[in-house]
């Protein structure tokens, strides 16, 4: 069975403040999605990364995968309020035709 | 529709009583999940559908669970003679075959069996 383990499961910081999330697995993934959900609704996709190494910016928003695809981090400078919402990744498994895997979650909130 | 449609948004049952859960995917997406949340929690794998691929039903917590995908579009989840454990938001997704394995997710149906 893969699995995806995520930490922290929650965190709580001040705004300005930066933050990293871990996804980490003992199995090989052939991608690994981030998604971001809040209340009421469903988690919506920030990115995928496919190759290992991989790191992928978004705004202020750092992705990595690791060298050898089993896990990943979520870096967030100078984080805002904004921010604030459920970080899941999910794992593409190589063998279950693109069954996708989800960790269980960070709870992100940043006060002002 | 323009986006993954799940339908009741909310549904209050009595334990004991079945249930079903809809769920309309985005046109032309051949794959189709199905996961449950627990309050501020995970998703937890269900049932997973692609194409004319038996379904992977690795997921499905008991025999009371079972899901069924009609002509490769709507699916339904069905829970027979439900739990109060079984109180969670059920989320449904898609993803398209030339898309990678970006997943569109439904809003969620909120189950509470009381």
């Known amino acids: 069975t893969q699995l995806l383990e995520q930490s922290p499961q929650f965190l709580s910081i001040q705004e300005g403040e930066n933050l990293t999330v871990y996804c980490n697995s003992s199995?090989?993934?052939?991608?690994l999605q981030w998604y971001r959900q809040e209340p009421g609704e469903g988690p919506v996709l920030l990115v995928t990364v496919v190759t290992g190494g991989e790191v992928k910016k978004l705004k202020r928003l750092t992705f990595q995968f690791g060298d050898a695809r089993k896990d990943s981090s979520l870096h967030i400078t100078a984080a805002q309020p904004g921010d604030t919402g459920l970080y899941l990744c999910a794992g593409e498994s190589y063998n279950q035709g693109g069954k996708l895997i989800f960790g269980q979650g960070t709870e992100l909130s940043v006060k002002p | 529709g323009a986006g993954v449609s799940q339908s009741p948004s909310n549904k209050v049952t009595e334990k004991g009583k079945d249930v079903e859960l809809r769920c309309d995917p985005i046109?032309?997406?051949?794959?189709l999940y199905w996961y449950r949340q627990s309050l501020g929690q995970g998703l937890e794998f269900l049932i997973y559908f692609q194409g004319n691929s038996a379904p992977d039903k690795s997921g499905l917590p008991s025999d009371r669970f079972s899901a069924e995908r009609t002509g490769g579009s709507v699916s339904t989840l069905t829970i027979q003679r439900t739990q109060q454990e079984d109180s969670a938001v059920y989320l449904c997704?898609?993803?398209?075959?030339?898309?990678?394995?970006?997943?569109?997710f439904g809003q969620g149906t909120r189950l509470t069996v009381v």
């Open positions: 997704a898609s993803s398209s075959p030339t898309g990678g394995t970006e997943a569109f």
């Open positions: 199995s090989v993934f052939s991608s």
């Open positions: 046109s032309g997406h051949t794959a």
